[in-house]
């Protein structure tokens, strides 16, 4: 499989300079060049198949050509050792649970296989790779996670300072190793922007090789659309359209998911939930994209007021806005409209959803009115609704807690770094300050 630039489809590389790379020297993303469609026999018995088959078929279909199977089976058999249950809460509405994972976030499924990926491809250099990460939250931790005492490879998380929640921040900044959390006084918009130009910078890469684990990086997607397909072999009835709500910030989630329906998952609309960062909404409305200062909310993993996934969404259906909207809908929502959300699901279903999937709840019962032209129930019987929840709740317990007056049991993986000491360097949001650091600690 190649894998060409968005900002020149004559700029073509290989999946190993593409995952190593992370952004191509002309500042674009990569993307695949094509997307083989599974067959429909494969789609049509997917629930006879294992969550590691699935993923591993699907891994195939696009990487065969680059990655021998023997070391693709290895690679899915490390990193998707973890389930992904699809829990209902009624008849039409589902939760896609995607927090079972070591950091109890969706992105350790990316994560986890990019690190076994990257280590498999570097393994024959003789420089240490260095991966910069920039995270308003559960990336960092997943990707900390993921690469811990990963043999020749140097993690650099940059994160907004007060802007992640302290277990978040505790997860992220408490391995040490080789693993180094930098604290920018900033936005996570800063500190993607940081992470950016030090990729476009011709002498920073002379002196280093510098590579990212964001959904920047097209080896966290290829992996995040496997839970597509294992949310779908789950459903119990496969007859009715299916819906997906996303809860978007970056938008590499969504953007893995149109990705699952460009290889042949049957997916009727795919939802883009956003909090009051909703630039990707308003681009539906309008036609024109214009970013915005990320503001921040109780959903703070989705603070992101210039997703870098926009422009694969863009690329993937020629930049035609009418497509686009035929594909996807999105809406925003308040943080007191993301607390309301949490208080039915917890009294409607006895569910605990944590804010992020409270603002793809919300999304979800937003399109279902749309299609019923009245105020939805949320049980429609036409549709077969899946909701993404993208992190534990116990990860947002202050919140959560408070919102629904119920105690949340905390995961012992958690409890055990609450009390590890922070381990974090405070930087500005000026770009020669990371270079700096990089330079005088490589």
């Known amino acids: 499989m190649k894998f060409y630039s968005t900002n020149n489809k004559n700029n073509i590389v290989s999946f190993r300079d593409a995952t190593l790379k992370g952004i191509s020297d002309d500042g ?7 997307f083989p469609v599974l067959p429909d026999g494969f789609i049509n018995n997917i629930s006879s198949y294992s969550f590691k088959e699935i993923s591993l078929t699907v891994a195939k279909n696009l990487l065969s050509e680059d ?8 690679i899915v058999d490390r990193a998707i050792n973890f389930d992904a249950p699809l829990i209902p ?5 589902n939760i896609l649970e995607l927090f079972h994972g070591p950091t109890l976030a969706f992105k350790d499924f990316g994560a986890r296989f990019m690190a076994e990926t990257m280590s498999y491809l570097n393994q024959d250099s003789n420089k240490e ?4 990460v920039a995270t308003s939250g559960d990336t960092g931790s997943a990707v900390a996670n993921g690469f811990y005492k990963v043999e020749g490879i140097r993690v650099v ?16 900044t408490t391995l040490g190793e080789n693993i180094t959390a930098l604290e920018v006084d900033g936005t996570f918009d800063d500190c993607q922007r940081l992470v950016k130009q030090a990729f476009l910078d011709i002498n920073l890469n002379r002196e280093m090789i510098l590579s990212s684990a964001n959904s920047i990086n097209i080896s966290r997607l290829i992996p995040q659309s496997f839970y597509y397909f294992n949310a779908y072999a789950q459903l119990k009835n496969k007859s009715k359209p299916v819906i997906i709500s996303v809860p978007s ?5 969504l953007t893995a998911g149109l990705f699952a329906k460009e290889m042949g998952l049957p997916v009727q609309k795919y939802i883009a939930a956003t909090n009051a960062n909703d630039v990707f909404p308003e681009y539906l409305n309008t036609s024109v994209y214009k970013s915005k200062p990320s503001i921040k909310t109780l959903s703070n993993a989705m603070d992101v007021g210039n997703p870098s996934n926009f ?9 035609s806005h009418d497509i686009i909207k035929t594909i996807i809908y999105s809406r925003s929502f308040s943080d007191i409209q ?4 949490m208080k039915e699901v917890k009294l409607k279903y006895n569910y605990i959803i944590d804010p992020h999937g409270a603002v793809g709840y919300l999304a979800y019962q937003s399109y279902l009115t749309c299609l019923s032209g009245r105020q939805a129930t949320g049980n429609l019987n036409d549709v077969s609704g899946i909701i993404l929840e993208t992190a534990h709740p116990a990860k947002f317990a202050d919140i959560v807690e408070n919102v629904i007056e119920t105690k949340i049991e905390i995961p012992e993986i958690l409890k055990s770094c609450m009390n590890k000491q922070k381990l974090s360097v405070k930087i500005s949001t000026n770009y020669n300050d990371l270079k700096d650091y990089l330079l005088n600690n490589n």
């Not at 910030?249 to 989630?253: I, M, T």
């Not at 993301?338 to 959300?341: D, F, P």
């Open 28 to 34: 674009g993303l990569f993307m695949p060049s094509s």
């Open 67 to 74: 990655l021998p199977e023997n070391v693709l089976s290895k």
């Open 89 to 93: 809460l009624d008849d039409t509405i």
């Open 129 to 132: 790779l260095i991966i910069l």
């Open 157 to 172: 998380l940059l994160y907004p300072g007060n802007k992640v929640s302290k277990t978040q921040e505790q997860q992220l």
């Open 249 to 253: 910030g970056n938008f590499g989630n």
């Open 311 to 319: 422009v694969r969404i863009l690329d993937l259906y020629k930049r």
């Open 338 to 341: 993301t607390i309301n959300a």
